[in-house]
């Protein structure tokens, strides 16, 4: 059974600093495209970062390009998220997701296991 644990999130001022975390059991991430997701309240769930099985690829969402960075480590079956210079409008719930779809997207749909996600709140 696939399961994928986000952790990491809290609350955090702007301008600071959070490292997300992604685990997984049941499958082996280094195999698969691993997409960081957020949803805000009333708001579409939007690609935030991608990574694709290799990690020679990478996508970023315009609004977090040169602040966040995903990152693999493939001992630890992890994925990462650190994010840097973090503004009020990151706020919302953090989802890792995995895709079997070979290099990098923001399409929701081409992922098939999703983790819970994890809260983010950025304050002013």
């Known amino acids: 059974q696939v399961q994928l644990v986000e952790s990491g999130g809290g609350l955090v001022q702007a301008g600071g600093s959070l490292r997300l975390s992604c685990a997984a059991s049941?499958?082996?991430?280094?195999?698969?495209?691993i997409g960081w997701f957020r949803q805000a309240p009333g708001k579409e769930r939007e690609g935030v970062s991608c990574?694709?099985?290799?990690?020679?690829?990478?996508y970023y969402a315009v609004s977090v390009k040169g602040r966040f960075t995903i990152s693999r480590d493939k001992a630890k079956n992890a994925v990462y998220l650190q994010m840097n210079d973090l503004k009020p409008e990151d706020t919302a719930v953090y989802s890792c997701?995995?895709?079997?779809?070979?290099?990098?997207?923001?399409?929701?749909?081409?992922?098939?296991?999703w983790g819970p996600g994890t809260q983010v709140t950025v304050s002013s």
């Open positions: 049941g499958i082996t991430l280094a195999r698969y495209t």
């Open positions: 990574i694709s099985s290799n990690g020679d690829s990478t």
């Open positions: 997701a995995v895709s079997a779809v070979p290099g990098t997207s923001n399409d929701p749909s081409e992922f098939s296991y």
